[in-house]
């Protein structure tokens, strides 16, 4: 029997997923949007993508329209406007007090919105062209955004950035030389924003409110309050970002088809480039406390920290252990681990706030498709 064919047991696979989810309490919703997926029919072509790939590529479509949707808020307010991006009209204290993070923060944001958008058009017109169906979140698109000037203000939105939690937990992680969050070594990380893991925090201004005392000039005047919401973008950013660039090769250690195996290896990278790009600027973040809610960024190349776990400029992956105590260390991406990889993603997402507000049927939706995804296998 060819291997890239669906399997003959369809239907059995089918009947078990929808079990999983009704565990789950996933509805009628979860198990439409499932069926859709397995829609798929394989045609004869041998390296033609399998019931796998095509789970791995639409749990992949729906991130990347959650991220693009999130970089499009960053974008309507700190990005440059322009017809490659449109939506917003910017708002210039937001974007100054981002320039403190880098000057060149404003074409960062639209180019990683631009990407990402880029992502999930290519992933899904790729679905459509294997006759497999392609992913929308439409109908979840009801989260009301910023009301600062400069958003574009009546949007519904799939993501919150209002009232995020942001682990910072990646910044020790890349910096450890000793310690692997993968199997055998399951190592935990501190944060290196311990403040982000203790709250809710806007990412964003929610109203013009959260730009009072902005004073533009050379330099402009930035009330700490702004900058502690600048702060916490640069975060996230990274943190998004890195989750990506764990996410592609996770997924793509089960892919089958060579074709699908290039696109996970084509596309992952640029995720590990933002990431890397992000996480060089949020080590510029200034020390400061915001005095509406006494969130701390703290000098991280000071003491008490200092100290090489922290040190900002350490944004090349410090080589660490991996796979097996008995070899040497190496530089790597890390997780790496492909083992419930999708619903780790999730996971971590929800964690950070990304879906406040959503609704049940939201969470059902990904979570079958982060599910389909996590029962891939290689070869199968
Ligand atoms: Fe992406
Ligand atoms: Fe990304």
Redesign the pocket.
Known sequence: MNQNRLPSGDSTNRRSFVLKGAALGVGAVAAGTLSSGLAFAAGTDSTGPTQGDIAILRFLAAL?IL?ADL?QQYNELGGIQDSEVPGGTGSPGYTAAIQILDSDMAQYIHD?TE??VS?FTFLNAYLASKGAQPVSLKRFRTLQGSQATGAKKNQKRLTNLMQLTVDTSFWTRYRSRTQNPDPPFNNTFPPAIPGLLNGQFPAIPRTDDDLKGFVPGNPPTIPDHLQAIANTAGFHFAF??QG?TSLYPQLAQRVTSPEVLRILLSIGP??TM?FQTWQDKAGNAPALTDPTNGLKFPDLNSKPLGGEDFQTNLIMPEPTVFLNPGLPAVSIVRPTETRGAAMAAVKALTDDGLFRGQSPDFFAVLSQLAMAADAAVRGG
């Open positions: 990347e991220e970089w990683n990407d990402e992502h998004i970002e990506g640029t995720e933002h």
